[in-house]
């Protein structure tokens, strides 16, 4: 496969992380490969690579408006031409094996050097988002292990699965779970199947490509638990919807938000009935833990479908990210 790179030369590593998770979930036509390396003495460098590379200085402002940052502190940007070579899967034996919590999410390159036991999470960076080297499905990770140690839910939505990854994680914490995963999506679909019939789970999650709550197997939702990595403009469009589909006293996991982008969803999920419990930052990334609060009355759902361009996940076919 031919490409192009395109090299970010940063000398901070929060800054390197915000940038690259920009890189994986903001920028359109996303890279076909990214990597993320320290270079003792030199900062950090991102390896994107394109088929069709924006140009250094749209890249710059893009990134810089993107992420309400100087354009200078995008750092150095450098484009070149690559060998004719597999980067998807050269990127993807460059990828260690990711901790959170209970959780080990690895790549089958890994998988010797990885305890095979529950907490074990195989996914392939390559045809969808969700390897948990992103900051929001690190956190959704992080936010699932602490929840599922403190109660236990029945009921589970995973809206925008990506690689499947997050409603893995929910089965192998509650096997007797009900679990419904969705994104618009249809490859990413396929591949969240095919990744939990590799995790041994494939008949205790149930798959649909649908957009947003609008699906018959929602139409009567009382879910206990919604997990949602998607975006913050439709995470705030379905905030009613997601409200009428949760029991009073549910959880929700939220992701896919910058920092500052968390304001404006926090006080949609408050107006629509959900206080917050914990906002966990990390990469200038949120993810966001709400409960719903109890003496609000549902109303019938609509189930009407809604714009794809409205309910879009930051998962186009390419390595990580959920």
């Known amino acids: 496969m031919s490409a192009r790179r395109i090299t970010l030369s940063v000398d901070d590593r929060d800054a390197a992380h915000t940038l690259a998770g920009a890189l994986q979930n903001l920028i359109d036509p996303p890279p076909a490969a990214l990597t993320l390396f320290e270079e003792p003495g030199d900062g950090w460098r991102i390896d994107a690579y394109f088929d069709a590379p924006p140009a250094p200085d749209d890249l710059r402002a893009e990134l810089a408006a993107l992420l309400a940052m100087p354009p200078e502190a995008v750092g150095r940007i450098a484009l070149e031409d690559v060998p004719d070579l597999n980067w998807v899967a050269l990127s993807q034996a460059a990828l260690p094996p990711v901790a959170a919590g209970r959780y080990t999410v690895h790549g089958s390159h890994d998988r010797h050097r990885v305890p095979q036991g529950p907490g074990a999470i195989l996914i392939e960076a390559g045809e969808a988002f969700g390897t948990a080297h992103h900051a929001t499905t690190y956190g959704c990770?992080?936010?699932?292990?602490?929840?599922?140690?403190?109660?236990?839910?029945?009921?589970?939505?995973?809206?925008?699965?990506?690689?499947?990854v997050l409603a893995i994680a929910v089965h192998r914490?509650?096997?007797?779970?009900?679990?419904?995963?969705?994104?618009?999506?249809?490859?990413?679909?396929?591949?969240?199947?095919?990744?939990?019939?590799?995790?041994?789970?494939?008949?205790?999650?149930?798959?649909?490509?649908?957009?947003?709550?609008?699906?018959?197997?929602?139409?009567?939702?009382?879910?206990?638990?919604?997990?949602?990595?998607?975006?913050?403009?439709?995470?705030?469009?379905?905030?009613?919807?997601?409200?009428?589909?949760?029991?009073?006293?549910?959880?929700?996991?939220?992701?896919?938000?910058?920092?500052?982008?968390?304001?404006?969803?926090?006080?949609?999920?408050?107006?629509?009935?959900?206080?917050?419990?914990?906002?966990?930052?990390?990469?200038?990334?949120?993810?966001?833990?709400?409960?719903?609060?109890?003496?609000?009355?549902?109303?019938?759902?609509?189930?009407?479908?809604?714009?794809?361009?409205?309910?879009?996940c930051p998962k186009p076919t390419r390595p990580d990210g959920h």
């Not at 403190?150 to 499947?164: A, E, I, K, P």
């Not at 206990?224 to 995470?235: E, K, S, T």
């Open 141 to 164: 990770l992080l936010a699932i292990d602490q929840l599922t140690r403190r109660r236990t839910f029945r009921n589970v939505l995973d809206l925008g699965c990506g690689s499947g």
């Open 173 to 312: 914490a509650l096997p007797h779970a009900r679990i419904t995963a969705t994104d618009l999506d249809a490859p990413s679909v396929a591949v969240a199947k095919e990744n939990a019939r590799v995790n041994r789970c494939a008949g205790a999650i149930a798959f649909h490509v649908a957009s947003g709550l609008a699906h018959p197997a929602l139409r009567t939702a009382r879910l206990d638990l919604v997990v949602a990595n998607i975006l913050a403009g439709p995470l705030i469009a379905l905030a009613l919807d997601i409200s009428r589909a949760v029991k009073p006293g549910g959880q929700l996991i939220l992701s896919g938000l910058l920092v500052h982008q968390a304001p404006a969803v926090m006080a949609a999920y408050r107006a629509a009935g959900f206080d917050l419990e914990l906002h966990a930052r990390i990469h200038e990334w949120s993810t966001l833990t709400l409960r719903r609060r109890s003496g609000l009355q549902h109303k019938p759902l609509p189930v009407q479908p809604r714009p794809a361009s409205l309910i879009a």
